[in-house]
């Protein structure tokens, strides 16, 4: 009864939650269905924006490469990251190692970029979107090794002794054992990098190359500021949103039925 | 930090003169770096046709941005830039610009000759114009109850206005307004005029709405502001919204920005990069700016093609060149540069 | 392969990356906080404590100590919002909860920017929030927008999730017979959280309000866009010396200052996590 009563509080924090974050996502859904070009009234109901979007290759190119800068600078860093994790939290505590990680995530975005395109210049390297990528897993490793590293705490690392005992090697260990236990944080810390670098605008725009080849979606909506932000913005957004969306149903299903399978 | 690109350059040159390449005719490629939508879509595109000159194209939101960009890789990667007048000024003193070979661009000539003599570059030795204007007030005229005219109608607005004005927060703007409304130069360095305009703002603050650099005339269109400090372009966006919204240059005056096309000195295609700007010189170019971006440039054959019901649309975009010039230049402030931001960072952070 | 090289080689692949891409690149411009601005920009390369000496003003000061006010409370009413929020995912059948975090975190793939846009026209004062208020007889529009509240809800929006996030990282490891077994040992629901729950999650809880803190006061867009600009954060202050003065040396001090103070205070609080629920209760 009890118990009933407070998951039932719970779950309506979690749903004002929910509407608290989808709120404002609402409201640029239905801008991107405004026939206004400003958010100012509701002119009627028009796909507009997303035929103008259909024929804008430059905006579609910028989507493709951040979700390549995206992908690659998640998956480095969530690699690199959760090791440096590991054995970080392995050894005894070390202020110099806690200095280290809460680095990238303290000095200011703008800091960063400059210095990075300094660095860059002085060593005569080509900026692209492997600059990019290289920038972005500075600071997501950071965050990746923060997030796996609560994970750890109160870690038994009597287990992983006991399969090392048992003869498996240390990456069958890693595998079988660690990563099972700390999986929940690894996937926590690789939303939140990959979020971090979805949106990431200053650091991209000083460390990328000229040209759409080297431009991200961030970077193109910026640079729109002056001209002003059309709707067609919007619509890019809707259908992110909503392929996402998609996907997470679509992943739902396929592991609904693997576990009534 | 300016030897190491310009060594990169003359190493880059020999290797591809020991290998025989071709000469640099052959497989041109320029970078333009300019504000996102600031020029006709098929520019470069057409530019290619015509000369055969491949074009990349970077976009910046800001003038800072590109700085940023400049002086952190040494003017590395970027043949043509587009900037306003004051930071053209400060990259031409620290030596990033080449000079511009009036023999070159031809087109030059299509330019009104007040454009030709602007105070910062005289004779366009190292920037050459793409669009000029003002600074003043953008308003409702059917919701304030007196036309403004002057810039303590934005400082010290009516009581009907408190809380419906919104300013420019960028430095040299910001602070324009408060020296222009005590009838200062918008360049001054002593640091007693600059005392006073920032006491006049930090006075202005508690009447104000919020400072706005992008979206000012949106709120302008849903009627959240009455009064804005704009630039005369975005202010026809919001005309072009709502005929009731009109511009006015306060009669103290305004300043007057010109944005400028440079070619970078470490470009080693100097060449097309004049070229490049002798093409967007054609008046065709410019009309298609003024009738689009609503911006005024100083091509006088674009603006005499102008249609007449664009000017009668948007009024400012008649103003001629003569009254133009009696406003004076945003200049680059060298040291003085400290005291401004300063000034602004005390404005921006009272409470 | 004895246990210190194993440690080292595991470390070695993230402190080389952060060695190369942040320490050198880093430390190579902060140096220029100990030189002088050009005069039209650029660097002179004489030595100088002058930056320092001028970040040390009551000016910045207060733009610190304002700032850091700030982004605490969003810090707070994020942790306070994400808490029950990480709890509630935790709490949901196991097969959901990889679901219900990418959820969380979905919005946050469209963009920073027009996801502000949005929040204008739920907040302004003709926006829909206030139309609605209007439409339900209140005669006054609410200042919703261009001030202090603004810039805490912007803030709390756009990193809300991050505190979910780590704390549903610790929360979820927590083992649920640990809590049945207080429960069996006659404990109150509200005391078994206060006295076993929250020590286990502190961990969580605190890498969430450092992501949150940190992310916060170096945020530079929410304060122009949904504070009007009327308040100046920490973010925005370095932002414009290096971009809008192009005074590269001061923007360094100010930075480095800036970076020392953050330092300390995290430290102080690593140390205090540990301390406190670093120890596994007996």
């Not at chain 1, 280290?100 to 979107?129: E, R, Y």
């Not at chain 1, 090697?169 to 099972?180: C, E, H, I, K």
């Not at chain 2, 530019?47 to 590109?66: D, M, P, R, S, Y």
């Amino acid at each position: 009864m009890r118990r009933g009563r407070s998951a039932g509080l719970l779950n309506l924090h979690l749903g004002l939650v929910f509407l608290f974050l989808y709120g404002p996502i609402l409201v640029l859904v239905a801008l991107s269905f405004n026939r206004a070009g400003l958010p100012t009234a509701w002119t009627g109901f028009s796909f507009r924006w997303y035929e103008a979007l259909a024929r804008n290759a430059s905006i579609h190119h910028a989507v493709g490469n951040t979700i390549i800068v995206a992908f690659a600078s998640t998956l480095i860093a969530t690699a690199i990251g959760t090791l440096l994790a590991i054995g970080v939290e392995r050894g005894r505590g070390s202020p110099a190692l806690d200095a280290i990680l809460f680095a990238p995530m303290i000095i200011p975005d703008i800091v960063l970029a400059i210095a990075l395109l300094s660095f860059f210049s002085m060593l005569k390297m080509t900026l692209g979107l492997h600059s990019i990528v290289l920038a972005h897993v500075v600071f997501n490793i950071a965050f990746v090794a923060a997030v796996v590293r609560t994970r750890l705490k109160h870690f038994d690392w009597s287990v992983v002794e006991a399969s090392a005992d048992l003869g498996a090697s240390a990456f069958t260990t890693f595998r079988l054992v660690t990563l099972p236990i700390i999986f929940p944080g690894v996937l926590a810390a690789a939303l939140l990098a990959f979020t971090l670098s979805v949106d990431e605008f200053i650091i991209a725009y000083f460390t990328s190359g000229a040209g759409p080849a080297s431009t991200t979606f961030p970077m193109r909506i910026y640079s729109m500021i002056r001209f002003g932000v059309t709707p067609e913005i919007n619509a890019v957004a809707t259908i992110v949103m909503g392929v996402s969306f998609s996907l997470v149903l679509v992943a739902q299903r396929l592991l609904g039925a693997r576990d009534r399978a | 930090m300016r030897s190491i690109p310009n060594l990169i350059a003359s190493t880059a040159l020999g290797a591809a003169l020991a290998l025989g390449m071709a000469g640099p005719a052959a497989a041109q490629k320029i970078v333009i770096s300019n504000w996102d939508a600031y020029m006709p879509p098929d520019l470069l595109e057409n530019f290619t046709k015509e000369t055969g000159i491949q074009t990349e194209l970077a976009v910046h939101a800001t003038n800072e941005e590109i700085m940023g960009k400049l002086t952190a890789s040494g003017g590395q990667g970027f043949d043509v830039v587009f900037v306003t007048a004051p930071f053209a000024e400060a990259l031409h003193k620290q030596g990033f610009l080449a000079e511009i070979d009036e023999a070159k661009i031809p087109n030059l000539k299509n330019l009104y000759e007040e454009a030709r003599k602007l105070d910062y570059d005289p004779g366009n030795t190292y920037s050459v114009p793409y669009s000029w204007g003002t600074t003043g007030l953008c308003y409702r005229s059917d919701l304030v109850k007196t036309e403004p005219n002057s810039w303590m109608d934005l400082l010290k607005p009516s009581d009907d206005l408190k809380g419906k004005v919104t300013m420019l927060a960028t430095d040299r703007w910001l602070l324009g307004a408060g020296l222009l409304a005590l009838g200062k130069s918008v360049n001054s360095t002593s640091q007693a005029d600059i005392d006073a305009a920032k006491a006049l703002l930090i006075e202005a603050k508690t009447n104000l709405l919020a400072y706005d650099d992008t979206t000012f005339y949106s709120k302008l269109v849903s009627g959240e502001a009455h009064l804005v400090h704009a630039w005369d372009g975005w202010c026809n966006y919001g005309i072009a919204e709502n005929p009731a919204i009109k511009y006015v240059v306060p009669k103290e005056g305004s300043d007057l920005f010109v944005d400028t096309m440079v070619v970078l000195a470490s470009s080693q295609n100097q060449e097309a990069a004049h070229k490049f700007i002798d093409y967007v010189l054609r008046p065709e170019v410019g009309q298609w700016v003024a009738s689009n971006i609503l911006y005024k440039v100083p091509n006088r054959a674009a603006m005499e093609s102008l249609d007449a019901a664009v000017l009668q649309q948007f009024p400012n975009l008649a103003m001629k060149p003569a009254d133009l010039l009696k406003f004076e230049e945003l200049r680059d402030l060298g040291a003085a540069q400290k005291i401004y931001t300063r000034a602004v960072t005390e404005i921006t952070s009272a409470q | 392969m004895t246990p210190t090289i194993r440690r080292a080689a595991l470390m070695a692949p993230g402190l080389g990356w952060l060695a190369l891409f942040l320490l050198v690149p880093c430390l190579l411009v902060l140096g220029l906080s100990f030189f002088e601005r050009g005069v039209y920009g650029g660097i002179d390369y004489i030595f100088t404590f002058e930056n320092y000496r001028r970040a040390v003003d009551p000016l910045y000061r207060s733009i610190l100590l304002n700032s850091a006010w700030i982004a605490f409370l969003a810090t707070l009413v994020s942790a306070l919002i994400g808490y029950p929020a990480a709890y509630a995912i935790v709490k949901a059948p196991e097969r959901w909860q990889s679901a219900l975090l990418v959820l969380i975190m979905l919005p946050f793939w469209s963009n920073y920017l027009i996801r502000t846009y949005a929040w204008i026209v739920l907040l302004n004062r003709e926006g829909l929030i206030n139309r609605a208020l209007a439409g339900l007889g209140a005669t006054e529009p609410l200042p919703l927008l261009y001030n202090d509240f603004a810039i805490v809800l912007g803030l709390v929006y756009g990193y809300l999730p991050f505190m979910v996030l780590a704390i549903y990282a610790s929360l979820s490891r927590l083992d649920p017979a640990l809590l049945e077994q207080s429960a069996d040992l006659g404990a109150s629901p509200v005391s078994t959280f206060l006295r076993i729950t929250l020590p286990l999650t502190l961990p969580g809880v605190a890498a969430g309000s450092v992501f949150v803190f940190v992310l916060s006061i170096g945020n530079f867009i929410t304060p122009d866009l949904l504070g009007g600009g009327r308040r100046v954060m920490v973010g925005n202050l370095i932002y414009k010396q290096f971009l809008a003065a192009r005074d590269w040396p001061f923007g360094s001090a100010l930075a480095f200052l800036l970076i020392a103070i953050m330092m300390l205070l995290l430290l102080t609080q690593a140390l205090l996590v540990r301390r406190s629920g670093g120890e596994r209760p007996a």
